[in-house]
């Protein structure tokens, strides 16, 4: 049994397969997903597991060098927005790297989500929680 890592096997396998430049989406339990996309479902009920606390694991397995968001999550959600943003910093910090944080539509934001490599659902609630993360090297 996996005693320090990812308990959730695809998601596991998804971290470890991502390669430079290789995109992944987490998203609300509102997000549609693409057919064509692979999908990792963690919702469970209304808010878990939380969008944040699906950041926070992925962040934790994966050299990230860029996010996408919609613009709408800073309007709609600026409580959510500048915890993400806050983190993002942390990981740049702790990095010794920028994250690039770009912003786009959320309707942009629906069609790039079909470049993803697979679209993790978490039971977030919250309007427009949702993050692309383009993935770096660790060198």
């Keep these: 049994m996996n005693k320090h890592g990812l308990l959730h096997p695809e998601l596991a396998q998804l971290v ?4 430079h430049t290789d995109e992944l989406t987490v998203c609300d339990a509102g997000l549609p997903i693409p057919n064509s996309v692979s ?8 808010g ?10 992925v962040l934790a397995h994966t050299c990230i060098e860029s996010v996408v968001i919609a613009e709408e999550l800073a309007a ?9 943003l806050a983190r993002l910093e942390q ?9 690039t944080v770009t912003t786009i539509s959320h309707e942009a934001f629906k069609a790039r989500t ?12 919250t309007p427009y929680a949702n993050v692309i993360f ?3 090297v660790t060198f």
Excluded: W, Y
């Design 16 to 19: 470890t397969q991502i390669g």
């Design 39 to 46: 999908r990792i479902d963690l919702a469970l009920t209304q």
């Design 48 to 57: 878990v597991p939380s969008f944040m606390q699906t950041v926070e694991a």
């Design 76 to 84: 709609v959600s600026p409580a959510l927005h500048q915890t993400l």
């Design 91 to 99: 990981e740049s910090a702790a990095r010794q790297q920028p994250i």
């Design 114 to 125: 079909v470049q993803s490599k697979a679209v993790v659902r978490t039971g977030e609630c």
């Design 134 to 136: 383009q993935a770096g």
